[in-house]
């Protein structure tokens, strides 16, 4: 089966299987009740992991779970300023191939910010923690959290005034446990 074959055959199983009248309400409007951050890896997928539905989650992805890229942060002050969202999540995981790029490719090719935010959590951690993977994982979590809260005004003023709580993750690739930081 092709690729688009599978797409189409899918969407059809997913409408088969959704609730119109969960359609017709989100449609008309969305109240999810976090914003997860996490990296873009296929086998880390947050409304899966935590078992959500449609409509629960707003959800930015990208490679390292990195909020450097102006619009990660965009999107994240549109979820609080916007949406309401009271809970940020920064979602990391074991094994991360963004991390492991990072470390290899000292050049930086193609990861940009992504792997400046690697370095800079590596550099938060001491001995051989400094060359493992899921602790270097670890460290950009809480580096990106960091970032996020000391990023835009609509995010400071939210934490200032005790509407936003930002939390980390880690999401366990053989195990599928999530240890919040
Ligand atoms: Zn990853």
């Excluded at 996490?38 to 990208?62: H, T, W, Y």
């Excluded at 909020?67 to 549109?78: F, Q």
């Excluded at 979820?79 to 999540?89: E, P, Q």
């Excluded at 670890?138 to 200032?160: F, S, T, Y």
Aim: aromatic share 4%; charged share 20%.
């Amino acid at each position: 089966m092709n690729v688009q074959m599978r797409l189409t055959d899918g969407n059809k199983v997913f409408r088969r299987n959704t609730d119109p009248a969960l359609l017709s309400r989100l449609a008309v409007k969305a109240e999810p009740s976090i914003a997860i951050l996490s990296c873009s890896d296929c086998r880390v997928i947050p409304e899966k992991v935590f078992n959500l539905s449609i409509g629960d989650a707003f959800v930015v992805r990208i490679a390292g779970n990195s909020a450097s890229d102006p619009a990660v942060m965009g999107s994240l002050e549109y979820a609080v300023r916007t949406l309401h969202i009271r809970t940020i999540l920064v979602l990391g995981h074991t094994d991360c191939g963004a991390v492991k790029a990072a470390l290899e490719d000292e050049a930086h090719e193609g990861l940009g910010g992504v792997a400046r935010d690697i370095d800079q959590a590596r550099k938060l951690l001491s001995g051989c923690e400094a060359n493992n993977v899921d602790a270097i994982a670890e460290a950009n979590v809480k580096l990106q959290m960091g970032q996020i809260a000391n990023g835009g005004r609509v995010i400071r003023d939210a934490m200032a005034s005790g509407k936003l709580a930002i939390v980390g993750g880690m999401y366990d690739l053989s195990t599928g446990f999530v240890r919040l930081l």
